[in-house]
Structure formats: C-alpha cells, structure tokens
C-alpha cells in the first residue's frame, strides 16, 4: 500500500467522513437500503460509521474509501467518491477539502 503524505490526506478525510457524517458531504442509500426495518438501517449504519477491515485486497490505495459489510446474512457496500463543489466532475484534488466534496453510497452487494 502506498502511504505517501496525500494518501494519508485522503484517507484521513475518509475516515472522518464515514465516523462522524461530516457537514458538507452527502451520504446517498439505494432504494434497497432505503427500504430497510429502522432498526436494521440504525445497525447497518453504524457498522459503516464503525468499519475498520481495510486489507490490500479491499483497500489496495489505502484511502478508505470502500467497504464491504455482511449483515443480517446480506452482504451491503458503502463507496467514497470525490466530486468537485458544483458537484459536476470528480474533484482536482481528494485530499484538499476546500476543493471536495464527499458522496457515499451505501446499498446492497447485487445493487451495486
């Protein structure tokens, strides 16, 4: 994995998004996870807010921005993409947040 200064940027913004649904970003659930039981939502979240197994093989740039979680015997993804503010493309630089914005997508494993 490489850890230079801008992945360990990256990746540090990342995890402070995912933890704390930092203000400013936006969090987007499919039509499935939408559909979810409260109580199953509120434990899916939070494993996503808690989620830590990041390897080389789900995470090979070390940005943190995957994720695969099994849960009530279903198998939920949550991704991390970087757009500029307009949000029209992806942003000039995912490790400098005055230029970033942070969407993730959180949906079922076949949804994706």
Known sequence: MTDNAQTTKIRSLNDSFRRNLVIGSTVLLSQS???????????LL????TFNNFTRANDPHGEHDFGSIDLNSERYFFKIDYYDLSPAMGSPNPANPAVTGRVMTIMLADEY
């Open 33 to 43: 996870v939408t559909c979810l039981e409260p109580e199953r939502l509120a434990e």
């Open 46 to 49: 939070e494993a996503v807010r």
